[in-house]
């Protein structure tokens, strides 16, 4: 069972617009900044979103998240086949002397 | 250009141990958070442990007791020795580097390819 809360699968067809939930409490989301990271099969996480809703260099703008309260959001807009990853969204935790929590990760399938 | 190279895993029998190692390149690792997270097969992300640039180390209660984090800053390498190993901690890990915002670790990056640890008799 993860701390934060994601649906464990999503889909879309080419082009669409996606979306991926991040749910969480107020140690680690409410607390703190969410950041999103994508995982291809069979290669390591990548970070893709960092300080709710920022994008590192060469993270297209297709890519954006963002923040209310204990919940947090992945949106993928102009869906393409190489966006089909698992998406897991994290947050570090104030409990105790504070670690890091990772969702349960979203399997994004492209149709 | 940065980078982190794991290196390390194998399998190992149950209460055996393992030390994995980082290498990092185009950074300083102790002027750095660093941090391990693993990935159990098929399933999600698990963060292990964090060393703090000023040498402060942190664990999950998974592991706490049993999982050493480290650094050689002359290698510019970090270090997880594991003890006491168990069927559960059969996973990938991988290091990362944690930027760090007024003190506090935040986002993980780059990481490593991660290196293969089975812990089976």
């Known amino acids: 069972q993860s701390v934060l809360t994601q649906p464990p699968s999503a889909s879309g067809t080419p082009g669409q617009r996606v979306t991926i939930s991040c749910s969480g409490s107020?140690?680690?989301?409410?607390?703190?900044?969410v950041n999103w990271y994508q995982q291809l099969p069979g290669t390591a996480p990548k970070l893709l979103i960092y300080?709710?809703?920022q994008r590192p260099s060469g993270v297209p703008d297709r890519f954006s998240g963002s923040k209310s309260g204990t919940s947090a959001s992945l949106a993928i807009s102009g869906l393409q086949s190489e966006d089909e990853a698992d998406y897991y969204c994290?947050?570090?935790?104030?409990?105790?002397?504070?670690?890091?929590?990772f969702g349960g990760g979203t399997q994004l399938t492209v149709l | 250009e940065v980078q982190l190279v794991e290196s390390g895993g194998g399998l190992v029998q149950p209460g055996g141990s393992l030390r994995l190692s980082c290498a990092a390149s185009?950074?300083?690792?102790?002027?750095?958070?660093m941090s391990w997270v693993r990935q159990a097969p098929g399933k999600g992300l698990e963060w292990v442990s964090v060393i703090y640039s000023g040498g402060s180390t942190y664990y999950a209660d998974s592991v706490k007791g049993r999982f050493t984090i480290s650094r050689d800053n002359s290698k510019n390498t970090l270090y997880l020795q594991m003890n006491s190993l168990r069927a559960e901690d059969t996973a990938v890990y991988y290091c990362?580097?944690?930027?760090?915002?007024?003190?506090?670790?935040?986002?993980?990056?780059?990481w490593g390819q991660g290196t293969l640890v089975t812990v089976s008799s």
């Open positions: 994290a947050a570090w935790d104030d409990s105790l002397n504070g670690f890091a929590v």
């Open positions: 990362a580097r944690a930027h760090s915002v007024a003190g506090i670790p935040d986002w993980f990056d780059p």
């Open positions: 107020s140690s680690n989301i409410g607390s703190n900044t």
């Open positions: 185009g950074f300083t690792v102790s002027s750095n958070y």
């Open positions: 300080s709710n809703n």
